[in-house]
């Protein structure tokens, strides 16, 4: 069994040697960026989710989540709980000060853009069906569990599109 680090999670997913990827992918993103600031360490903003602050020509500034995987998968794990012990909510049922998640599969340099608010609106929606129906992910950490759910990225991907469909 694996026991997962939380600092050594955190160190990974700060990993310097990445900065120049994340670069390229935003500025493919956001063709009109202008600047990117990396928002690291244990900091008020890391606690609302904010890993990096990209700001456009326009003077808009957009907050982004970056989440990495080591290895390629059919899915996109989305964290329910955080430590388990303490039944602290993962970060998908938190309200975050996001604009974007943008989820990375590092061997292959491809990246999940998703727009939080929208991303949040389809778990909401599907989230008994989706805990129910896939698998759940367990990971081990020193003293708690941290639990996520593996949605396979199509059925993310179109869960999150129909959420932007609003009927009154």
Known sequence: MTIHNFREQLNY???????????????KAFPNMVASALCSGDTISQ?????????LANGKTLYIDEKKRKEVWTDI??????????????WIE????????AYAFMP?????????PFLRRAWLHYKNEWLSKY????AN???????????????????????TIIQV
């Open 47 to 55: 606690r609302m989710g904010i890993d990096r602050a990209i700001i």
């Open 94 to 101: 938190k309200d975050l000060a996001i604009d974007y998640l």
């Open 135 to 138: 698998k759940i992910v367990v």
């Open 77 to 90: 794990l989305l964290e329910f709980v955080s430590v388990d012990t303490s039944g602290a909510p993962g």
């Open 141 to 163: 950490n020193e003293g708690y569990k941290t639990k996520s759910v593996a949605i396979p990225i199509e059925t993310l991907r179109n869960a999150v599109y129909k959420a």
């Open 13 to 27: 997913s700060e990993v310097a040697s990445d900065e120049l990827f994340w670069l390229e992918v935003y500025r």
């Open 108 to 116: 292959t340099k491809k990246v999940y853009f998703f727009p939080w």
